[in-house]
C-alpha cells in the first residue's frame, strides 16, 4: 500500500497535524473508565510537525518506521492523503512492537464500532481492549501478532470469568497477523466444545487480523452494532465465506 500526499501545500499549511495526534476524549464511563487512543502515527513516521519535507518533495508518505498502518489517512481533515493498493495479503505490521500494535488495533475497532479502548494504558487490566457498539454489545479484545490464538482464547475465557460478577461481557475479539491453522489442537475445536458446555455456551468468540481491519478502515465503511458485521464467527460461516462477505462490504463503499 502507498499512502500518497495530493496537495504538499495543504500539509503545510495545516494547523491540525491530525495524522500524527488526535485528541479522542471519548471514555467509557460505566465500565473502568476506559478512555479511547489518542495517538495516530503508531511510530512517529509523521512527526508534530506533519510529513516531512522529503515526504512533501515525493508527494508520498513513506519515513523511516512508516508501516502503511493508513491510520493517516482516515484521520486527515482535508482528505490529502489516499491510500493505493491496500491489500489483505501485504503489510508492514512486524515494524510494530506489542504497544505499538495494540495502539493501531483499538483505533481501526474504534472506527469499525462506537467506542474501542486501548487497555495496555492500564497494565493493571488483564485484557489488551475493549470494545462496545452503539446497541450496547461489548467484547474483550485479545491480540497476538505471533498469531497463538489458543493462548488469546484462554485470555478471553479469564476476561469473561474475572469480570462476569460485575458485569455479563461474553463476546471476545481475538486480532492476529492471519487466520488459524485447522487441526486437532486448534482453536475453531476449542471454541465447539466452548458450546457443548452450559457454563461457556453463550460465550462468542470473533476472529480477524490487522491487514482485514486496516481494509474495512480505508474502505471508510459506517460503524456497525453488531460484531459479526465486520468479524469472523467460526461457529457460523467458513474462513473463505467470511473474506467474501468482507469484500462486499468494502466494494459497497466504492
Same mark, same amino acid.
Given at each position: 500500500m502507498k499512502i500518497k500526499i495530493v496537495n504538499p501545500g495543504k500539509c503545510e499549511s495545516c494547523n491540525a497535524k491530525s495524522c500524527k495526534f488526535l485528541t479522542l476524549a471519548t471514555v467509557k464511563e460505566d465500565f473502568l473508565r476506559l478512555s479511547s487512543e489518542t495517538s495516530i502515527c503508531p511510530t512517529s513516521a509523521i512527526d508534530e510537525n506533519g510529513p516531512s519535507e522529503s515526504d512533501l518533495k515525493k508527494k508520498s508518505i513513506g519515513g523511516v518506521g512508516c508501516v502503511?498502518?493508513?491510520?493517516?489517512?482516515?484521520?486527515?481533515p482535508h482528505g490529502n492523503l489516499v491510500a493505493a493498493g491496500c491489500s489483505s495479503k501485504a503489510?508492514?505490521?512486524?515494524?510494530?512492537?506489542?504497544i505499538q500494535l495494540k495502539a493501531v488495533t483499538s483505533l481501526y475497532l474504534s472506527l469499525l464500532f462506537d467506542f474501542a479502548a486501548n487497555t495496555n494504558r492500564?497494565?493493571?487490566?488483564?485484557?489488551?481492549?475493549?470494545?462496545?457498539?452503539?446497541?450496547?454489545?461489548?467484547?474483550?479484545?485479545?491480540?497476538?501478532?505471533?498469531?497463538?490464538?489458543?493462548?488469546?482464547?484462554?485470555?478471553?475465557?479469564?476476561?469473561?470469568?474475572?469480570?462476569?460478577?460485575?458485569? =455479563?461481557?461474553t463476546n471476545g475479539i481475538v486480532v492476529?497477523?492471519?487466520?488459524?491453522?485447522?487441526?486437532?489442537?486448534?482453536?475453531?475445536?476449542?471454541?465447539?466444545? =466452548?458450546?457443548?458446555?452450559?457454563?461457556?455456551?453463550?460465550?462468542?468468540?470473533?476472529?480477524?487480523?490487522?491487514?482485514?481491519?486496516? =481494509?474495512?478502515? =480505508?474502505?471508510?465503511?459506517?460503524?456497525?452494532?453488531?460484531?459479526?458485521?465486520?468479524?469472523?464467527?467460526?461457529?457460523?460461516?467458513?474462513?473463505?465465506v467470511y473474506l467474501e462477505r468482507v469484500i462486499k462490504v468494502i466494494e459497497g463503499q466504492e
Amino acid at each position: 500500500m502507498k499512502i500518497k500526499i495530493v496537495n504538499p501545500g495543504k500539509c503545510e499549511s495545516c494547523n491540525a497535524k491530525s495524522c500524527k495526534f488526535l485528541t479522542l476524549a471519548t471514555v467509557k464511563e460505566d465500565f473502568l473508565r476506559l478512555s479511547s487512543e489518542t495517538s495516530i502515527c503508531p511510530t512517529s513516521a509523521i512527526d508534530e510537525n506533519g510529513p516531512s519535507e522529503s515526504d512533501l518533495k515525493k508527494k508520498s508518505i513513506g519515513g523511516v518506521g512508516c508501516v502503511e498502518c493508513g491510520l493517516c489517512v482516515r484521520f486527515c481533515p482535508h482528505g490529502n492523503l489516499v491510500a493505493a493498493g491496500c491489500s489483505s495479503k501485504a503489510n508492514k505490521f512486524e515494524g510494530l512492537d506489542a504497544i505499538q500494535l495494540k495502539a493501531v488495533t483499538s483505533l481501526y475497532l474504534s472506527l469499525l464500532f462506537d467506542f474501542a479502548a486501548n487497555t495496555n494504558r492500564n497494565q493493571a487490566l488483564p485484557f489488551d481492549g475493549y470494545v462496545s457498539t452503539s446497541s450496547g454489545a461489548e467484547a474483550f479484545v485479545e491480540i497476538d501478532a505471533g498469531d497463538d490464538s489458543l493462548e488469546c482464547l484462554r485470555r478471553i475465557l479469564g476476561d469473561v470469568v474475572t469480570y462476569s460478577q460485575s458485569r =455479563m461481557i461474553t463476546n471476545g475479539i481475538v486480532v492476529l497477523s492471519s487466520f488459524p491453522k485447522s487441526g486437532s489442537r486448534d482453536v475453531y475445536s476449542v471454541v465447539e466444545k =466452548m458450546r457443548a458446555f452450559p457454563t461457556t455456551r453463550n460465550i462468542k468468540v470473533y476472529i480477524t487480523t490487522f491487514s482485514i481491519l486496516r =481494509m474495512l478502515c =480505508m474502505a471508510g465503511v459506517k460503524r456497525a452494532d453488531d460484531f459479526h458485521a465486520f468479524l469472523f464467527d467460526c461457529t457460523s460461516e467458513s474462513e473463505k465465506v467470511y473474506l467474501e462477505r468482507v469484500i462486499k462490504v468494502i466494494e459497497g463503499q466504492e
